[in-house]
């Protein structure tokens, strides 16, 4: 307990799944959490919720600005946020194509951008994007998915480079399969596959990435940056 005390935590697409429950885990840790989220349903009573839609950037300064105001700084930035519109690369549309690209790098590209001059200034700073096991070896039928995942992952690299000389490491986290609503639309035939495929033998639960999460935040990794850490069972697709 007490692992984060203080410390200002935002962690966007923090009213379900796997950032619902990190942020719950955050706030064990004594962290202050901010959640930014399309919904704005109440997570628990020390979490703070807006509705913040990461596709925009005024949405997403106008967060900052309040954040800013009630605490003063934000010293971890999870860039949790992210969608699906699966089809293969001959059904998918431009709309499909647009959408997931808008949420799942625009909307890290935008927050990161708003947050990290805070940051700067305090000279000190922890970001972690959710990119994915897709991101690193592709997926049928999510084209978009895996091209906004895989380009999470540069922008952690380049982030690396340029914010780690001011305090601020930046690492992503590779989710494998974890059990979330989206995961739901996947009929159970495949995902049977996908645990035959995964040697832990079992779909991940949002602890899993949630603790990574934590662990990426805490001081005790700060010699970690520009990683990209896999949490999948060790799944191989
Ligand atoms: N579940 C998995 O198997 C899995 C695997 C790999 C990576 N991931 C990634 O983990 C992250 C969390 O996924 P999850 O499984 O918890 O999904 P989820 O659907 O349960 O949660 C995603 C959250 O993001 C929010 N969101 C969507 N669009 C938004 C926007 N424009 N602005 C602000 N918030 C928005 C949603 O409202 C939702 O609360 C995502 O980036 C996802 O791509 C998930």
């Given amino acids: 307990m007490g692992f984060l005390k203080d410390k200002v935590v935002v962690i966007t697409g923090g009213a379900s799944g796997i950032g619902r429950v990190s942020a ?65 690369l001959l059904k998918m549309s431009d709309q499909q194509w647009r959408d997931v690209l808008d949420v799942n790098l625009t909307g890290v590209f935008n927050c990161t951008k708003s947050v990290a001059p805070h940051m700067i200034e305090e000279k000190f700073g922890r970001i972690i994007n959710t990119s994915s096991v897709v991101g690193l070896y592709g997926n049928y039928g999510q084209t978009n998915y ?48 996908i645990i035959e495929k995964t040697p832990v033998g079992r779909l991940g639960i949002p602890e899993d990435v949630a603790n990574v999460y934590l662990f990426l935040a805490s001081e005790k990794a700060s010699f970690i940056n520009g990683a990209v850490i896999s949490v999948d069972g060790g799944y191989v697709g």
């Fill in 24 to 88: 719950k885990i955050f706030g064990a840790e004594n962290a202050n959490v901010i959640v930014w989220d399309l919904k704005t349903e109440k997570v628990s009573d020390e979490i703070h919720i807006y509705n913040v839609d990461v596709r925009n950037s005024d949405s997403v300064q106008e967060a900052t600005r309040i954040a800013i105001e009630k605490f003063g700084q934000i010293d971890v930035l999870i860039n949790n946020a992210g969608i699906t519109q699966d089809a293969s």
């Fill in 146 to 193: 895996a091209a906004s995942k895989a380009g999470v992952i540069g922008m952690t690299k380049v982030w690396a480079r340029e914010l780690a000389p001011k305090g601020i490491t930046v690492n992503a986290v590779a989710p494998g399969f974890i059990s979330t609503n989206m995961m739901k639309t996947i009929p159970k035939k495949i995902l049977d596959t």
